[in-house]
């Protein structure tokens, strides 16, 4: 663990400091999920997610629109997008092909599959650790904190929960990195926030 300037490294990735001091924490009823239907491309996906949403389609295709089931036919459950990512499909280049619309809340049908144990995967991993957003390099991973308008009522909520972006992305950063890196992680924040009080 090694602390560089903005930045905390723990073995191959570079941790942003707002991942540790922002704080945040989902308001769902505030935001309706608006962060399934706003952006420029789907879901960034993995080679295994891909495999576990296609083994599951059939259960996840059950909460889905004819308009989804039809994109799904024509163009499977990834396609490649501008930046030559495999991401979701988006409908009408607005929502993820797999969001489900409940009393005007965006909800994802992948997740829904897997409470019901008929999918491996909960969600797309990149989904899953948002706020966090991963960029990788040749040598490293960049960990850093999206900073997006749509998700103000998430930090206000974070703030009156006193819930950082670490604390609140907890399980996926384990999902992603293990338990061993999620562990150096707190002690980097103790780290952060003690001396923090020092320098008060």
Known sequence: MKKIKKVIQIEDTIVSLDVIEKQFCCDIVACKGVCCVAGDSGAPLETDEILAIEDSLASISLLLTEK????????????????????????????????????????????????????KIQKPVSCHLYPVRLTRYEKFTAVNFHDWDICKPALKKGNKESLHVYEFAKPALIRKFGEEWYKQLCMAADYVFQNKEESV
Do not use: R
């Open 68 to 119: 989804s089931k039809q994109i799904l036919k024509n163009t499977g459950v990834a396609m490649v997008d501008l930046d030559g990512d495999l991401v979701t499909p988006l409908i009408d280049n607005k929502e993820c092909v797999f969001v489900f619309f409940k009393n005007g809340i965006a909800e994802c049908a992948i997740e829904k599959a897997w409470e019901k144990g008929d999918c």
